[in-house]
C-alpha cells in the first residue's frame, strides 16, 4: 500500500521578498487549512510538519485515511534525515558559544592547557552574532551544506564587504563549531567539511621610507608634526625602535622597563584589560640608553599609576583610537595623505614591518630577528630550535 503526506508543502514569497514554507491539510470537518511553518529551507519545513503531526496538532481527514502516513514511518523520516527534533537550530545551540565562562567548548580548552584570552572570545562571539547568526540562525546544526556555505560565503564578501582574510576567520570559527558539534555526537556528518575557505590574498602592509622615518621622529619637530604631543612621538618611537604591538606598548608598565631592554610581558584589550602577549609568551627586548632615558624620564610623570602610555596618570594606558588619529595626522604632516596611507595600506602595525625589514636587509640572523619581533607563526621553531641571549639581541642597536 502508498502512502502519501497527510498535508502539502508550497513556499510562499512575502512582501518583503522573504520566501517561507507553507503547508495545508484537511482536517476532519473536510476544511483546508493552511499555516506558515516560519522555514527557509523546506528541510526545515518538513520537520516543523511531521513534529506537528507527530503530536497530534495536525487532525487527518476522515476522507481518507488511508492516505496517511502513520507515526511510525513519521519517526522513520524523521531519524533517516536528521531532524527528528533532537538536532537543535543554529540559534539555540550557539547561545552560549564563545561566552567565555559558559562555553563548554572553551572551559574543555582551558582545563588541557590551551591558552584562549577573553579578548579572543569577544572576537569570535562577535563573529556569531554579526556574521553567523543572521545567516544560519534558523538552520538545524546538520543543515549544512556545500551551497549553502558557497552561499553565506558570497553574502560575506558582497554585502558585508569583508576580505578573505576576514571571512576566513569567520569560516575558521564556523568550522570550529561544527566540528565541536561532530565531536559531540550532535551531527552524524562533520559538516564543517562542508565549509570551504578562500584563498588568502590580505594586503602586506607597506612599510616607511628611510626619509620618512626621520621626519617623522625627528625630536626637533615634534611640535609640528606630532602637534607637541610628546606621549604619542614616544609611542611611535617605542614601535620603531622595538617593533612591539600596539597593545604590547600600551601594556608596558614600570616594571617592564629596565635599562638596557624591555620585558614585554602583556598585551592591553580595551575590552577586558590586560593579557597575555598575542603568542602567551614573554620576551625581551633590548633598548638603548638614549630610549630608556625618554621612556624613563616619561614614567615619572605617571605618578597615579604604573602605566607608562597613560593620560590618566598612569592607571590605564591611552586608548588605540587616540594612537591611531594622532599617527595619522602625523603622517599627513610629512606628506603622506590619507589617500596615499590608504594606497600603501600604511597602518600603525607597519612599525613593525619596518624593523623587521630593517634588520633582515642589515644581515641580522633570523634567530634574533625572530625574538625581538616575535612572529606568532615562527615560535615553534624559534622554541625548539634556537636559544637567543640578550647579549646577542643587542646586535639590532647597531642598526636601528
Not at 470537518?29 to 493552511?34: I, L, S, Y
Not at 485515511?65 to 531519524?79: F, G, K, M, T
Not at 569570535?124 to 552574532?129: A, G, H, Q, V
Request: proline letters at 2%; a positive charge.
Amino acid at each position: 500500500m502508498r502512502y502519501r503526506s497527510p498535508y502539502t508543502l508550497f513556499k510562499k514569497t512575502l512582501r518583503s521578498g522573504k520566501k517561507i514554507w507553507y503547508y495545508y491539510f484537511y482536517d476532519e470537518r473536510n476544511v483546508r487549512r493552511q499555516f506558515s511553518t516560519g522555514c527557509a529551507t523546506k528541510a526545515q519545513a518538513e520537520a516543523v510538519c511531521l513534529e506537528l503531526y507527530r503530536s497530534g496538532s495536525m487532525v487527518p481527514t476522515v476522507q481518507n485515511p488511508i492516505a496517511l502516513i502513520s507515526i511510525r514511518q513519521a519517526d522513520s523520516i524523521l531519524s533517516q534525515n536528521g531532524l527528528n527534533g533532537k538536532v537543535p537550530l543554529f540559534l539555540e545551540f550557539t547561545e552560549n558559544w564563545f561566552v567565555y565562562d559558559k562555553c563548554e567548548y572553551i572551559q574543555k580548552k582551558l582545563q588541557y592547557g590551551y591558552n584562549l584570552t577573553r579578548s579572543y572570545a569577544y572576537k569570535r562571539r562577535m563573529e556569531i552574532e554579526v556574521y553567523i547568526l543572521p545567516f544560519w540562525g534558523n538552520y538545524r546544526l546538520n543543515e549544512v551544506t556545500e551551497e549553502l556555505s558557497e552561499k553565506w560565503t558570497a553574502r560575506l564578501k558582497n554585502e558585508n564587504h569583508l576580505g578573505n582574510a576576514t571571512i576566513n576567520s569567520v569560516l575558521k570559527g564556523f568550522k570550529t563549531l561544527l566540528a565541536y558539534v561532530y565531536k559531540k555526537g550532535i551531527t552524524k556528518t562533520n559538516m564543517s567539511n562542508k565549509v570551504r575557505l578562500l584563498k588568502n590574498n590580505s594586503r602586506v602592509h607597506g612599510s616607511f621610507t628611510k626619509n620618512e622615518v626621520e621626519r617623522l621622529l625627528d625630536e626637533k619637530t615634534v611640535d609640528r608634526v606630532w602637534n607637541g604631543k610628546i606621549l604619542h612621538y614616544l609611542f611611535s618611537l617605542t614601535a620603531s625602535k622595538t617593533g612591539m604591538r600596539i597593545g604590547e606598548i600600551q601594556a608596558l608598565r614600570k616594571e617592564d622597563l629596565f635599562s638596557d631592554h624591555i620585558e614585554v610581558r602583556h598585551g592591553w584589550s580595551e575590552q577586558f584589560g590586560l593579557q597575555d602577549t598575542k603568542n602567551h609568551k614573554s620576551r625581551t627586548v633590548p633598548i638603548s640608553a638614549d630610549l630608556y632615558e625618554k621612556l624613563r624620564r616619561l614614567s615619572e610623570t605617571q605618578t597615579e599609576g604604573d602605566f607608562i602610555f597613560s593620560a590618566t596618570g598612569g592607571k590605564k594606558p591611552i586608548h588605540r583610537t587616540d594612537i591611531y588619529e594622532r599617527f595619522k595626522r602625523s603622517l599627513r604632516e610629512i606628506g603622506i595623505s590619507d589617500e596615499g596611507r590608504n594606497k600603501r595600506f600604511i597602518t600603525f602595525h607597519s612599525w613593525r614591518h619596518y624593523v623587521n625589514s630593517l634588520l633582515v636587509n642589515s644581515g641580522i640572523p633570523r634567530s634574533i630577528v625572530q625574538s625581538i619581533i616575535c612572529h606568532v607563526d615562527d615560535d615553534a621553531m624559534t622554541e625548539h630550535y634556537t636559544h637567543v641571549t640578550l647579549d646577542d639581541a643587542r646586535r639590532v642597536l647597531d642598526v636601528m
